[in-house]
């Protein structure tokens, strides 16, 4: 900056020659007889600046200063307060929050099973009413067979008979049928 | 065209007003701005203290700025012992600051560029942080002068030389100040009388008169602050030894 060096160079310029000016030039602040005026208004001036700072303005502005830092405090303490109660009410609301949802999935679980085992207690009804029904129906198919294997004999029989009759003229019925069973058996496999 | 000095002359403004010890007392211009000095800053400071809102207006955050730096500059340089003199420094940092800156008010005065206001200043410091550290460390007060560590037998050159820079301190701080403000003064002086002299080509120490003034607005808060944080320095010197 050269504002800044011209300063500096006049400054050496002038401290450097100092005696010699003051002495050349007369400066005025080196001045003896006028020393004691400015030490008295100096006094003066200070004493009265120190009492009117120490005693009025200091004070009040460091009153003033600290209650502020309190109440800064204060609302910061406040608000820190604030924000642990909302922190804990949220962490309450998510407990109630788990343990309904917990609740909730209990429910549906319970719920389901329960559908399940009433679906499966009903399919087995059924498949026991049914399995007893076609029991039921083989035994009777198994019966009218047996019936009918029965009544096949006595028909074979009574074919015979009626053939024999009337190819040989006359037939013995018990001779046919114990000759009809001897063939059904032989034949069976 | 008057001598760039003729603006540091002491004139008296009243008739004598009283004597002390054969000196003649009278109001002069440097009385009036000293006087100024106290009014202007504690009409603003009283001003700034006044209401004590919580929250502070133009004036009040200006005093409370004041305060902190003032307040800030001593709990880092001295410590919690130097809230004694927290007024003190206060006082004496504003009284030192207002000085400078009614200087630089056109047809102003400038008290802090005088050697006896300076001396007197830096010698009542010097006197006073004397006091304080033989007060609190008793005959303890002189290992000042012998720094802590070093080898005995460097004791006959090291004692000489500490002692002479402390005794130097006063004439470092004032003549710091008083030169600073007289060399502005000066420099802002000639340049004016170059304006004059060049006529139309005075626009060219016009335009470096204008940047100087800042500069010695700048240099005037800075030689404040230098001033009160030696003092502070010195103190804390006293008050903790090495």
Known sequence: MPVQALRTSVAAAALIGLPFAAQAAGMPQFDLTRFPTQIFWLVVCFAVLYFLMAKAVLPKIGKTIESREHKIQADLDAAQKANDAARAAGVEQDKALAEARGQASGLIREASEAAAAQTSAKLHEVSDRLGAEIAAAEKRIGEQRTQTLAGLGTMSTEIATAVLGKLVGSADPAQVARAVDEAAKAGKP | MASPLEQFAIQDLTAPLFSIGGHHIAVTNSAVFMMGAVVLSSGLLLAGAGKGAMIPGRIQAMAELFYEFIANMIRDNVGSAGKKFFPFIFSLFIFTLFGNILGMLPYGYTFTSQIAVTFFMAMVVFLGVTLIGLFKHGLHFFSLFFPHGAPLFTAPILIPIELVS???????????????????????????????ALGFFGVIPLVVLVAITALELLVALLQAYIFTILCCIYLNDALHLH
Do not use: C, D, E, W
């Open chain 2, 166 to 196: 402390y005794l130097s301190r006063p004439i470092s701080l004032s003549v710091r100040l008083f030169a600073n403000m007289t060399v502005g003064h000066v420099l802002l002086k000639v340049l004016a009388g170059f304006v004059i």
